[in-house]
């Protein structure tokens, strides 16, 4: 089966200090790659997408994140946090099911940002 | 460009209530689905849909029901809520190729269950 392992539930970081938030994926087949982000009291919205290519993906709000398919992992960074990036980061993978030829989109257990000044 | 629309914001059930949660996209999307969120849990997928009249389970089924009788509308039932159904509930949409396509979601409808 398929699944998508955050260990971080909470990073706190100091404004301009660098990030990286953790994820990495199991699966069997190919998969597609997501990091979603959610600011409080709203919905997920895209940061970015791994499909096919370059291994290293640049995203919204200078984000970026690199496949690295022999470790199963596609963490996420930023060279330098604002206060406006405090929200809660999810990784997913999207595998494409057999049983019932569809995809489903698998989430991680998402990471808590916490930016301080 | 409404996206994806969810209603009710918000909602206190009793155990026992009935309840349907409501989700509209208007982006002509095929794939359809219901996750909760748990805090430290992430997002769980409750049910999917790939297109008007098909529907089928996610990881946690239990104690829902869906339908699909359009392409815009994915409505997720509670029949006997329970105090474990309190959670936050997300549906998103996404274009017809599904797997390298990016989700749009709703923004939540908070379920309380007393």
């Not at chain 1, 660098?18 to 790659?33: A, D, G, I, Q």
């Not at chain 1, 330098?80 to 405090?86: A, F, K, L, Q």
């Not at chain 1, 049983?99 to 808590?112: A, E, N, V, W």
């Not at chain 2, 849909?49 to 392409?71: F, L, W």
């Amino acid at each position: 089966a398929q699944s998508v392992t955050q260990l971080d539930s909470q990073v706190p970081v100091f404004e301009e200090a660098p990030v990286e938030l953790r994820c990495n994926y199991s699966s069997s087949v190919s998969v597609y790659l997501f990091w979603y982000v959610q600011y409080p009291n709203q919905g997920l919205q895209l940061l970015l997408k791994y499909l096919s290519g370059s291994t290293l993906v640049k995203g919204i709000n200078g984000f970026e994140a690199e496949f690295n398919k022999s470790q199963t992992s596609f963490h996420l960074r930023k060279p330098s946090v604002h206060i406006s990036d405090t929200a809660e980061y999810f990784c997913a993978v999207s595998v494409f099911s057999l049983s019932d030829s569809s995809y489903k989109l698998i989430f991680g257990s998402g990471t808590r940002l916490l930016v301080r000044p | 460009n409404a996206g994806v629309t969810q209603t009710p914001k918000f909602r206190i059930l009793k155990i026992g209530q009935s309840m349907t949660l409501q989700c509209a996209q208007d982006m002509n999307h095929n794939y359809m689905y219901w996750y909760r969120q748990d805090p430290g849990m992430g997002l769980k997928l409750i049910y999917y849909s790939v297109g008007a009249g098909i529907t089928d389970k996610g990881e946690v089924p239990n104690g829902y029901n869906v339908s699909r009788s359009t392409t815009e509308d994915f409505p997720l039932r509670l029949e006997l809520a329970a105090p474990s159904q309190t959670s936050v509930y997300f549906c998103a949409s996404s274009y017809p190729l599904g797997g390298d396509t990016e989700a749009f979601f709703g923004q939540g409808t908070r379920l309380t269950v007393v």
